[in-house]
Every structure is written in C-alpha cells, then in structure tokens.
C-alpha cells in the first residue's frame, strides 16, 4: 500500500466520498495539529498498514484525496494535538477512532482499558496503549443503488397511523420469514410481515434506532447487548447487526429494505440519538469525537471545560450550538433522506438539540434550520419532548411542523382505563385532540398518542402486572420507568377466566381510544399479537425471547388481532377521527359530551367529578372535507361511548334531526353489531362506537 498518491481534496464536503475516480477524506477538528489516515488490509487486521498524513488543512477542515482507494477499504483517523483535559483537550494519537462521517463501519466494540485516551493511574496523563485491536473501523462505500421509480408515499398526518418497531425484534421469530432474513432489514421487508402491516392499518414504520450502535461499558461487564440502540457511534451508517455483512451490505440491504417498504405504501421513519454518544463522560472511552476535537464536539461544564454538562443522563451532551457540530447532525438527517429516502425521524431527547446555550430555545437556530431546508422541511419530524435537564420537560412547545410523544396522553389514558378516579375530564381531553397541551396554531395532529412504547411495558404486560420484573437486566430491579399498570387481580399469568377477560377488555379499551382519539395514533409492534416482555419494563438490554414478538396466536390472539384491525379500519373509514383543527366550543354543531342520560354535560359536571362516563357525539359534517392532499374524506356521524367505571350503565341515545338508527360497530365487552332505538346499556370497564344511519 506504500507510495499512495496523494491529492489536496477539498473541505468543503466533510466525510469520506468515493466519485468512481477516487477517494476525498475531509475531517473537522479545530485543536488538532496534524491528523492520520489508518488504511487497513482486512476487517479483522489487529493494526493498519499504513498511516497517511491527510496533506491539507484549510481552516477546521483536514482533507486528501486517494485515487488508489476503492470501496471496502477499511479505515479509521489518528488526530495529534494536545492532551490537558482541565482545558478541555484530550487529544491521544494512542488511539484509532471511528470517523464521526462514516458510512459503514466493520467489527464489533472490544471493551477494554486501551480505550481510555487517559491513563487509568493517572487521568491527567494521556494513556500509552494502542486501541486498534479493540476498535470497530470505518469502510469506504460505494453509494451507488438501483432506486428504480421509488417515491416516498407522503402519507398526510391525518390519515397517517405510526407502528413503532425494532428491526430485529419484530422478524426474529416469524415462522414464514426466511431464516437468513429473520431480524435483518431484508425480513422487516418481506412480503409475510408487509401483509401483516397493510392488514393492521398502519401506514409508517417508527423503526428503534438503525444508526450503527455499540455496547455500553457496564452492559459488556454484565454480558448483556445494548438491545435497542440507543448509543449511536455512527451517525451516517446504518447499523451492520441487521444486514448480511459490515463491509457494505447493511448500507445496500436497508436502501432495498426502504425502496420495499416504499412500493407497499409503507412510510419509514427511523428513530435518532443526537443528542448523546457512547463516550460516556469526560473518563469514559476515547471511540471518536473525543479524540477527534473533544472540546468543540461536547458541552464543557463552564468554568471547569475538564467536566461535561449532561442533559441526557449517559454523561455526555452533543455541543450543537457549535456551528460544526450542527451541521454534523444536519448533514447526517440529509444523509438519510437523500442517500436512504427515509421519510422522517423521531428525536430522542430532543430538546437538547435547541438547547442554545442552556436553556430550551423553541425558535432555536436547529429549529429554524431545519424548517428552511429543502430537504428535511418535507419529511415528518416527532420529537421526543423531554430531556434530563433543567426545564426538560417541553411538551407542546416545540414549533409549527413537528410532532411530540405526548406523554400525557399516554398516562392520562391509562390511568383512567384502570379505574383511577376523578380521570373523565383527563380521558374526554386526551380523546379530544390534548388542546391544553397543543397551542390552536398546531391543532390535535401535533399530537403522537400512544399508550405503549419501546419504553415501558408491553401492552400485554401492562394489564397482567401491577410492577416491574426487571431482574433480567442484572440490576436488582432498580432500572426502568414506574407504569400506569394494573394486574386485574393476580400477578402475572393466570388461569382465572375472570381475570382473564377483564385483561382482555381492558386491552381492547386502550386500543379503541387510541384509534379514536384526535390525533396521530402510535401502536408498538407485537401488541396487536399480544407481546409480553414477562413484565420487563426495560428490555434495552434483551436481546432474546423476552423482547421477540411470538407470532403464534390462539384463538382469543386472532379475535385480539381481529378487533385491532376493526377498530383501525373504522378511523381510516371516517374523518370525523382526524380533524386537524381542535373541536370549536359553543354551539355543539362540532362535538357535544353527554351525560348518560343523554342531555350535555355542563361545566358543573365535570368540575364535580361526578361523571363516571360520558358519551363524545361527532357529527358528519365536523370532519374535514378533504385531507391535506386534497383528497376527499368520507365522514359519518358518530356517538362514542366511554364508561371506566366498575359499574354498568345505561345510556340514553341522543336523536340527531336527521332520521336514522344508531348502529353499532365496535363494542370491547363483547362482538355484537346491534342496531340500536333509544337507550344501551354499557358494561363495566368499556366501550361502544355507534354510528348513525339513514334507514336503508
């Protein structure tokens, strides 16, 4: 590999570019003093082979260009400069790191102590070991993909239904996916799962992060994997876990997995973590940015730049009120869209990324940004809105064009389900769109309902367990959030038939509220299957049975299935359920709440507390008539009816001025279709939506 020639390149493009002629390398770092390029004869070489100086610098930017170098070259930088970490600068050529741009990486993470940059006796002496052998590399990738005449589906918000999804997880046990596509993107693709999505209703996969992970220190100590994700090295290079090989595979295989998912009609968004890394705080491992420019890619405690200031809780924070690691991320989001055709991204702890310079800035430089870019303004954009620092939970504030988690609903909404009481007013809120969380301007579709999540318990789990079984996680039980849960009576699995069905109605509670519910509803992948994490409430670190979806269904699993897909199917039928303005208050001619005796619920009502159910009445003519496309929206009128209480009721059916007879379509006590004159009696723990209908 000696005697490589060797041009200037050029800055302006930062990362490693293969043009069908050569390679152009280009590196931000402003504290280094000189910065190495290590080429690498195989994957699994324990050192280079040859170390080039990259030959230029122009301002921040070290660059060359290689035309020797080729696709599947394997590589990684060496950056000189200063080691005094009290002033922020931890530079330690000892150590081979991942490009922060690159488009693939190779190996797996050797968690050992060659990876510190300090010397473990000595934290202010840099470390002497060479890391190579413990380090995942970088490869050279030939961006070239046959698209053909994929076009993203562009699915409105109002029609859109989100189903949030781990690559692996969801595949790995399916018996009609072919066992070398089981848990890789090609098996998310394949037509069993594809027909199993169109069934249910969905129309967008919300996939757990598929940028290239490694394992966390004290994961490794446990010998457990980092599951999920959450701990992005590589921001460009989506993740070799589920592809067939690391040398380029995983870039090709998700580019077929998306263009497939795409002719479906199935959208893709990916979830993004740009708001930590997997270097910990300012001890823990040197892997990239540190090494690269430590103190322009972290946010250095004030007054003390030897220490971090950490939003997120995993001891680092992203510097992304630094120009350059600004536009790491945005180059990394177009990165995406242009060269994956993903069609959007939810934001884990987003708010540290408009945090400028400390506190949460909703019309912050990334904000704005983004919403002038002609490339990401388009796709959709959810944030996770709360992050671990002061003022971090920012629910509803985030601007015009972006969506949020809405935390609220999901909690609301269980606890009304589980009896919790004084929770109609909170339950009538969330169904109506969350206007107290949501300013007028964003209306209800800023709004990601969900009860369920990666986060949390199964839907399953979160009515057959009243608290966390964790133990799995090594962690004596301490880790994972509290949940809104509720057991019905016995911990865990049960043969009472009893405690069985109140389960099984109380699943398909939340179920039918979200599907009905004003807003953009997210399901978890496997819920509809019944997916139990055997009451793990954090399985980030399971990577087996306890976080797989078992495919295999009884028959109460079919009519679960069944009643999922119904209830779906009824929302997409009617655009009474996706209006993207909030009900107007005043005349009733846009919703009325009815007490069961069928006259309006006053404000007395429901500041009493007395209610302990309560019928939403949507006329037709309140749904939107067109979508955001324009395209036409069928609408029918419709009396949702809600009881959360322990006690039946009777309800009073309202008569609208057009004749009609209210039929029934969805009842979660039981599978009738009744047509029904005057009055219905509603069980305990249930409900009901009715619709009215000209006699035929």
């Given at each position: 590999m000696r005697g490589l020639r060797v041009l200037p390149g050029s800055p302006a493009r930062i990362g490693v570019h293969w043009d069908g002629e050569a390679t152009s390398f280009a590196l931000f770092s402003a504290h280094a003093t000189a910065v190495e390029l290590c080429l690498f004869e195989t994957a699994d070489a324990r050192f280079e082979a040859e170390r080039l100086p990259l030959p230029e610098r122009t301002g921040d930017v070290w660059h060359g260009r290689f035309p020797a170098i080729r696709p599947g070259q394997v590589y990684g930088y060496r950056v000189h400069g200063r080691f005094a970490p009290q002033e922020g600068h931890r530079f330690n050529a000892h150590k081979l790191l991942v490009d922060p741009y690159a488009q693939a990486i190779t190996g797996a993470l050797a968690w050992s102590d060659a990876l510190f940059g300090h010397d473990p006796a000595q934290p202010d002496a840099p470390d002497p070991r060479d890391s190579a052998p413990c380090m995942p590399r970088a490869v050279v990738v030939d961006p070239r993909f046959d698209w053909g005449d994929d076009r993203p589906p562009r699915t409105p918000w109002s029609r859109s239904v989100l189903y949030e999804c781990h690559v692996k997880g969801f595949t790995q046990r399916h018996p009609d996916v072919s066992p070398e596509q089981r848990g890789r993107y090609l098996g998310l693709a394949s037509p069993p799962v594809v027909e199993h999505l169109l069934a249910l209703g969905v129309t967008a996969l919300s996939l757990l992060p598929?940028?290239?992970?490694?394992?966390?220190?004290?994961?490794?100590?446990?010998g457990l994997p980092n599951y999920w994700g959450y701990n992005t090295l590589g921001f460009f290079a989506p993740d070799a876990r589920f592809a067939s090989g690391s040398r380029g595979e995983q870039v090709r295989e998700c580019k077929q997995m998306v263009k497939s998912l795409h002719a479906a009609g199935l959208e893709v968004l990916i979830d993004v973590v740009y708001n930590h890394t997997p270097e910990g705080p300012p001890r823990g491992p040197m892997l990239s940015l540190r090494g690269v420019d430590n103190a322009s890619y972290y946010r250095l405690r004030p007054g003390d730049p030897g220490e971090y200031v950490d939003f997120t809780g995993c001891g680092n924070s992203l510097n992304v009120s630094h120009p350059r690691v600004l536009q790491l991320v945005l180059d990394s989001l177009r990165h995406w869209v242009t060269e994956f055709h993903v069609d959007g991204f939810r934001f884990d702890l987003a708010p540290v990324l408009a945090r400028d310079p400390e506190a949460f800035q909703r019309f912050g430089r990334f904000f704005e940004i983004v919403r002038q870019d002609p490339v990401l303004a388009p796709v959709k954009?959810?944030?996770?809105?709360?992050?671990?620092?002061?003022?971090?939970?920012q629910l509803g504030q985030f601007p015009l064009g972006w969506t949020e988690w809405n935390g609220r609903y999901r909690d609301g909404v269980r606890r009304a389900w589980r009896g919790d009481p004084g929770l109609i007013g909170e339950l009538a809120t969330r169904l109506a769109g969350s206007s107290d969380v949501f300013d007028s301007a964003r209306g209800p579709l800023a709004s990601v309902n969900f009860v369920t999540c990666h986060d949390g318990m199964t839907l399953a789990d979160l009515v057959t367990y009243a608290r966390k079984h964790n133990e799995a996680n090594g962690e004596e039980g301490r880790d994972g959030p509290h949940d809104d849960s509720h057991n019905w009576g016995v911990e865990g699995p049960t043969r009472s038939l009893r405690v069985s069905k109140r389960r099984e109605r109380a699943r398909r509670n939340l179920i039918a509220t979200l599907a009905f519910s004003q807003g953009v509803p997210m399901l978890s992948h496997g819920d509809e299957l019944g997916r139990t994490q055997r009451g793990n409430n954090n399985a980030y670190c399971q990577d087996n049975e306890i976080s797989w979806t078992d495919w295999s269904l009884d028959d109460d699993g079919r009519a679960f299935l069944g009643f999922v897909q119904r209830a779906l199917r009824l929302r997409h039928a009617n655009a009474v359920f996706r209006r993207r303005r909030f009900?107007?208050?005043g005349d009733g001619s846009e919703v009325?709440?009815?007490?069961?005796?069928?006259?309006?619920?006053?404000?007395?009502d429901w500041e009493s507390g007395a209610l302990a159910c309560v019928a939403l009445w949507i006329p037709a003519a309140a749904a939107d008539p067109a979508d955001e496309a324009g395209r036409p929206a069928a609408a029918e009128t419709v009396l949702l009816l809600v009881n959360p209480d322990a006690h039946a009721h009777a309800f009073t059916l309202p008569a609208p001025a057009r004749p009609g007879v209210w039929h029934e379509l969805l009842n979660s006590a039981c599978e009738t279709r009744r047509r029904l004159d005057k009055s219905v009696v509603l069980a305990p723990w249930s409900l009901a939506l009715l619709a009215h209908r000209e006699p035929s």
């Open positions: 598929i940028q290239h992970a490694c394992i966390d220190a004290h994961l490794a100590r446990l954009l959810i944030a996770e809105p709360w992050d671990l620092g002061a003022g971090g939970y009900f107007a208050n009325r709440w009815l007490r069961r005796d069928g006259e309006e619920a006053t404000p007395a």
